[in-house]
């Protein structure tokens, strides 16, 4: 723990806190110094998802809580006493997305302005909105930066787009201490079968020696999971943060073909890749390239990501090894 963190001693409220960026954040946050509450879907088994396989010494630092962030009463009670709030709480699959887009409109547009007003009511110090680069839709010019024109590609990120536009109308309508946090493509343990990466690695550990994947085309910005929670408790130390949309972005990218070239040198070399067309979403809907600029959040808070790719990945492999029995390979998880 940094004593010395000006997040030391915070109350600190984390929704999502069960998923896959949400629990790594938690574990930042404790280490800052914060007093983290941590905002969990409801379910009858008591299970609080990813944070379970977080270390005991975490796990008893945290107040955990159950609620769903589609009720206002749960959220405003989630809320109530903290100082900060990390919004993370969402539904973040593309394919699912277009089976049921009225799911995301409730959780993540919705379920932002539950969270919106709760902070406003209870005059939180700052609220730190969760957005994606998918909002900004195939590039049209990189790298991308916070200025770029948005384009909803598909249902999910139509919703993100919403939920954004939400926390900048209560910045500037009731000069709520809003700020959105912009992850480029996040990867590393715990991360969801639906992304490329844990496809790639979960197939390959399986014996997989074909394996099975969509589009190869794309290019993507790759930020390791723990430099991505670590620009968010740089942007919440910034005063200077406040009102505005913030990148967190490697600034390099890299073709799904050749991720899945490095991955399988790491795992086993003589695999092959195999189109599975299941996989391939509609053309006008898949975002082909995703380049960020980082250079606001770097002279806002000096963060810049600490791991590379081959170490990211090397990192996340080892974990897949060592945690088999959450996945199911042979499955498309959308």
């Known amino acids: ?62 107040e955990v809580v159950l609620g769903d962030i589609r009720d206002p009463d749960s959220v405003l009670s989630a809320v109530r006493g903290c100082q900060m709030v990390f919004h993370l709480a969402a539904l973040i699959g593309i394919p699912y997305s277009y089976q049921c887009p009225e799911s995301y409109i409730d959780t993540n547009i919705k379920g932002t302005l539950h969270i919106l007003r709760a902070g406003r009511d209870c005059r939180v110090e700052r609220i730190l909105v969760t957005s994606t680069s998918e909002v900004y839709g195939t590039a049209q010019y990189v790298p991308i930066d916070e200025k770029h024109p948005l384009q909803g590609q598909s249902p999910y990120s139509a919703s993100k787009i919403g939920a954004d536009r939400l ?67 740089a942007v919440a130390r910034s005063d200077s943060a406040i009102g505005q949309e913030i990148n967190i972005a490697s600034g390099q990218e890299i073709a799904i073909r050749d991720l899945a070239g490095k991955i399988i040198e790491q795992i086993e070399p003589s695999a092959e890749i195999e189109t599975d067309d299941e996989r391939i979403r509609p053309r006008t809907s898949e975002v082909q390239r995703l ?6 959040i770097r002279e806002l808070t000096g963060w810049s990501p600490r791991h590379s790719l081959e170490e990211g990945l090397s990192l996340t492999i080892e974990w897949f090894r ?13």
Not at 11 to 18: E, I, K, N, P, Q
Not at 291 to 296: A, E, F, I, S, T
């Open 1 to 62: 723990m940094d004593a010395m963190s000006p997040l030391a001693g915070k109350r600190v409220l984390v929704t999502g806190a069960d998923g896959f960026i949400g629990s790594h954040l938690v574990e930042t946050l404790v280490g800052e110094g914060c007093k983290v509450r941590a905002f969990c879907y409801y379910n009858s088994r008591q299970s609080w998802g990813w944070l379970e396989q977080t270390p005991p010494q975490i796990l008893s630092e945290l």
């Open 167 to 233: 926390a900048e109308s209560f910045w500037r309508s009731f000069g709520t201490p809003v700020v959105i946090v912009r992850p480029f493509n996040t990867y590393g343990p715990r991360q969801s079968a639906r992304a490329v990466i844990p496809t790639i690695i979960t197939q390959l550990l399986a014996g997989q020696r074909q394996i099975r994947l969509g589009d190869l085309t794309p290019r993507r910005d790759l930020n390791f999971v723990c430099d991505v929670c670590e620009a968010f408790a």
């Open 291 to 296: 380049l960020g600029c980082n250079r606001r």
């Open 322 to 334: 060592q945690n088999p029995d959450f996945y199911k390979p042979g499955l498309y998880q959308v």
